[in-house]
Each structure stands twice: as C-alpha cells, then as structure tokens.
C-alpha cells in the first residue's frame, strides 16, 4: 500500500517561505507523475505543481515564478519550495502521485497559512 505523507506546512507571514516535503512509502520511479495540489475553503483542489518521472515540470499560473517543485529520488521525497508567500496561497496542500497504471494516491495534507 503506498503512503505519502506530507510535512512542512505552518504559519508564515506574506512575502515568507515555506518547504513542503511529500515522503513516498516506495521508490518514487514508480510513479508517472507526482505533485501538490491545494483546497482552500469553498473551492476546489487545484494543481499547484507537478513533476514527471522525466523530470518536466508545470506549475499554475498562480504559482510560477514563486514556487519550485523538484524531488530526490535516493529519498523518495518530492518536495515544493513556496517563496513571496501571499494569503491567496492559504490552504490545505495535498501530495498526489499517479501511478504508471494510472491510480492516483494521496497525502492527508498539510495547512499553510498565509497572514497579512
């Protein structure tokens, strides 16, 4: 059974930083792709980034230019550097992988929270 299991979110002030880890129960190179997604309250989860078995990377629009997704495999953590932190980013921030027979899995999510 996989397991993702996330960390890392908190509260920070607007223009602050956080790092979210997503740790894999197994090898990462067995998932297609894996990435974040949020909810914020009343909406809808959205993809904030993704990263393929390949290494290509997209972000949201919303996102780019501030946020970096990247991972290690030797630690089966994928992880999302958040720079210029803005209170529209405040939500529940889930890790997702899909795997290579297209079955999704997912973290129990983690909340950031971002202050004016």
């Known amino acids: 059974q996989v397991q993702l299991v996330e960390s890392g979110g908190g509260l920070v002030q607007a223009g602050g930083s956080l790092r979210l880890s997503c740790a894999a129960s197994?090898?990462?190179?067995?998932?297609?792709?894996m990435g974040w997604y949020r909810q914020a309250p009343g909406k809808q989860r959205e993809l904030v980034a993704a990263?393929?078995?390949?290494?290509?990377?997209n972000y949201a629009d919303s996102v780019k230019g501030r946020f970096t997704i990247s991972r290690d495999s030797a630690k089966n953590t994928v992880y999302m550097q958040m720079n210029s932190l803005e209170p529209e980013d405040t939500a529940v921030y889930y890790c997702?992988?899909?795997?290579?027979?297209?079955?999704?899995?997912w973290g129990q999510g983690t909340q950031v929270t971002v202050s004016s």
């Open positions: 997702n992988a899909v795997s290579r027979r297209a079955k999704n899995y």
């Open positions: 197994g090898s990462i190179f067995s998932f297609n792709t």
């Open positions: 990263i393929t078995s390949g290494d290509s990377t």
